[in-house]
């Protein structure tokens, strides 16, 4: 079984920065794809970011030179500048173990 458990969402006023975390525990490995969705009212979800086996890093194109993933083990990092209004969303972490593993979410509020 897999768990994970996000932190780090919060209220920023735009152009602010916040970091969330992404805790996973169970039977997971560092090679296990992780990253970040988020879904804002109204919309469907959408990929923030994402880091394969292999390292490599996507960038939603709405977030590219804006937000930085990282990971050490299994934990990973979602660091978030110059925040828009339109970041406003529930932001979820997931794991890919054979399956599709998802934390419950951290709402981000980026106010005008």
């Known amino acids: 079984q897999v768990q994970l458990v996000e932190s780090g969402g919060g209220m920023v006023q735009a152009g602010g920065s916040l970091r969330l975390s992404c805790a996973a525990s169970?039977?997971?490995?560092?090679?296990?794809?992780m990253g970040w969705h988020r879904q804002a009212p109204g919309k469907q979800r959408e990929l923030v970011a994402t880091?394969?086996?292999?390292?490599s890093i996507t960038y939603a194109d709405s977030v590219k030179g804006r937000f930085t993933l990282s990971r050490d083990k299994n934990t990973v990092y979602l660091q978030m500048n110059s925040l828009k209004p339109e970041d406003t969303a529930v932001y979820y972490c997931?794991?890919?173990?054979?399956?599709?593993?998802w934390g419950q979410g951290t709402q981000v509020t980026v106010s005008s």
């Open positions: 880091i394969t086996r292999g390292g």
């Open positions: 997931y794991v890919i173990t054979g399956r599709e593993y």
């Open positions: 169970g039977s997971i490995f560092s090679i296990n794809p």
